[in-house]
């Protein structure tokens, strides 16, 4: 008879099934036996003279374990994240862990580039408009009393008239300042809340009420600007006239000639001296020394920068007001958007209360 073949475990072979695991503790469970099996001899090989006893005490004993333990693993529960309230403030997007360049970036985007170059021409044509225009309204009080009205009571109305406006130019330099100044805040209000950089983004019917407010003063103080470009360009007129008469004395087919003595200026048709001013008209050669005068030089040309001043200011308003135009529209809308994520947050609070609730009953009925 063949001898038999092992099969992995019994006595031929040294090795026996591990006992069953019990739900018992370590010292109640069957130790594996330890007697000495009888060698296993099979066809050509030589008889194992090492026991199964002492391979088995040779391996390291692996601590088994219980069935409660390994069923008793650790589970994982997705929470979805908290919605927040509407009421709720919103977090900032400046998180701590930013750095000093990511912070000026995120800085230099909320500035209302627009607001800062309309203020900065609002206030360089206000400034021209005002100096310019207040040392030359001062020449020309000057060139009338010593060339055009000797007598003082002829021109003392025009004089009272002319010290009035230099004091509504240091008004209107005084106004232009504080409302370029509010204006560009409003620039860094409205930019800061329609980007939401700074935390909560909030704006209130008032807020928007301030904003349509300066768009119409904006407006009224466009249109009367308009009119003081106009006023301005008065004097550059009668300047540019006197100027051209001179020139045309100065004239090489003129210079010199009787002719010279007939082209005369009448300052009395401009309306700014009275008819029966004395001379209130100059000719020849007293009006080409007037043109040679500083004072003349300087108020042609301080005039004109003036002029150019209250031009620089018209574009400047008509630049704010299309910034304050745009500004208002975002905010409208941005408002909308705001009431709509409001409820659209509520509403969905609201669903997960419902949903909790009705998990807990059915935990409790079960």
Request: a positive charge.
């Amino acid at each position: 008879m063949p001898p038999r073949a092992c099969s992995g475990f019994g006595p031929c072979c040294g090795r026996t099934k591990p006992p069953a695991l019990t739900s018992g503790p370590l010292s109640a469970r069957p130790a594996p036996s330890a007697g000495g099996a009888a060698p296993c001899s099979h066809p050509g090989q030589g008889t194992s003279q090492e026991p199964a006893a002492s391979r088995q005490a040779s391996s390291p004993a692996k601590p088994a374990r219980s069935p409660a333990r390994a069923r008793a693993r650790p589970t994982c529960k997705l929470v979805p994240p908290a919605l927040p309230s509407p009421g709720s403030p919103r977090p900032s997007r400046l998180s701590p862990a930013m750095g000093c360049f990511e912070c000026c970036i995120k800085c230099l985007g909320g500035v209302p580039y627009a607001s800062l170059v309309a203020t900065i021409l609002c206030f360089s044509g206000v400034a021209l408009f005002c100096g310019c225009g207040h040392v030359a309204l001062a020449g020309t009080v000057a060139i009338l009393e010593q060339h055009f009205s000797t007598n003082t009571s002829d021109h003392a109305l025009l004089s009272e008239v002319i010290q009035l406006m230099q004091y509504v130019i240091y008004g209107i330099a005084s106004f232009f300042f504080l409302y370029g100044i509010i204006l560009l805040a409003e620039g860094f209000y409205t930019t800061s809340a329609v980007k939401e950089l700074h935390g909560e983004f909030k704006t209130t019917a008032c807020g928007r009420c301030i904003s349509g407010m300066f768009v119409f003063l904006t407006y009224v103080l466009g249109v009367a600007w308009l009119g003081v470009f106009g006023f301005s360009a008065v004097p550059v007129f009668m300047y540019y006239n006197i100027w051209s008469t001179c020139e045309v004395i100065k004239s090489p087919q003129t210079n010199g000639t009787a002719g010279v003595e007939q082209i005369c200026v009448d300052i009395r048709q401009y309306g700014i001296i009275p008819w029966n001013a004395f001379p209130g008209k100059i000719c020849g050669s007293a009006l080409e020394n007037i043109c040679n005068t500083n004072e003349f030089y300087m108020s042609y040309h301080l005039f004109i920068v003036a002029c150019a001043g209250a031009g620089a200011t018209v574009i400047a308003l008509i630049h704010f007001l299309m910034i304050l135009s745009s500004n208002w529209a975002y905010l409208k809308d941005a408002s909308k958007m705001q009431a709509y994520q409001d409820i659209k947050a509520k509403e969905e609070q609201e669903l997960q209360d419902i949903q909790s609730r009705s998990k807990e009953q059915l935990n409790s009925y079960t």
